[in-house]
């Protein structure tokens, strides 16, 4: 039987314990706090130490989001895992999860919509709760940079930016009347797959990688950072407008807007855009970074921990990255 509505009803996030300041970085490569702050409002982020992959990160957000939820892990019975950063090539990081939450047998979707992951995962789980085959579906979105930056100069434009961790959402029945998922909006153009993106190891290359692609640094991410700006700026706007039309909603009715946290010019530049309050915009970019999938989760999740999201509020998601994907969705809390 379905339900013509799925809700948020709980949010956990993690990030590791060490911090990594704009100073550190400026140590290893030819860089400062100064231009870091200045072009992209970051003051530190976090990494993992040793051994620690996605899934590993995605485990507390998940078990704090299942408890806020006011369920216990037997309930979830669909995992959706967005990451740009897997632990392995192969499986996936959701069942990797799926076997630390302890729910054997459940579906797990692994998905690689990078800094949109966390939308597109929503309105997966929305989707199958609205049809009645899941009941409770864990969304996540969870991402380890740090093992895989150049912390040389060379790489500099793109290491500066990005940071670890995890967040996740419980997705289910809402609990209360008018609350829940209202609209999602999703678009990709793979034409521009190469602006953002990272070249090897690749199934299309004999063998996937070698010394010289090593030497080369083509394992590294790699970002026209002007184009990916240029295109956010425009297309983050488009689709919160699309996602708000859909919703049968108007941006003044927004209580909360949540941006992927990509850089915060970006946010600046399209909150001053749409003229939308500074008090209504969630920033924390300042503190961890960039972390991709990860990074919508995480501030939503702090925003309801400070109280900035209160029951009832009308949110709005946005995000915009690799790919390029970009989308929106709106929530009444
Ligand atoms: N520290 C110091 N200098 C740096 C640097 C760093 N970390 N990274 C790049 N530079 C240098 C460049 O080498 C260049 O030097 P040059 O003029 O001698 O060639 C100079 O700074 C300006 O580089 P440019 O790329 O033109 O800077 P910019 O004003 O476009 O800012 C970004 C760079 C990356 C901050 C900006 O393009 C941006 O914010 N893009 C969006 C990126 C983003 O959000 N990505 C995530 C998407 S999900």
Partial sequence: MGIERSAILGMGFYVPPKVVTNEELARLMDTSDEWIRERTGIVE?????????????????????????????????????????????????????????????????DIRQQCTGFIYGLSIADLYVRAGIARNALVVGAEVHSTGLDFTTRGRDVTVIFGDGAGAAVVGAPRVADQGILSCALHSDGSYAKELWCDKPGSRYHPRITAADLERGDHFPAMKGRTVFKHAVTKMPAVLDEALKSAGVALQDLDIIVPHQANLRISEFVQGALKIPAEKMVNNIQRYGNTTAASIPIALCEAWEEGRVKPGALVALVAFGAGFTWASTIIRW
Wanted: hydrophobic letters at 45%; proline letters at 8%.
């Fill in 45 to 109: 982020r976090h990494y993992i130490e040793g051994e620690v992959g996605v899934a590993d990160l995605a485990l507390p957000a998940a078990k704090k989001a299942i408890e806020r939820a006011g369920i216990t892990k037997d309930d979830i019975d669909l995992i959706v895992f967005g990451t740009l950063s897997p632990d392995y090539e192969f499986p996936g990081s959701g069942v990797l999860l799926q076997a630390m939450l302890g729910r054997p047998g459940i579906p797990a979707i």
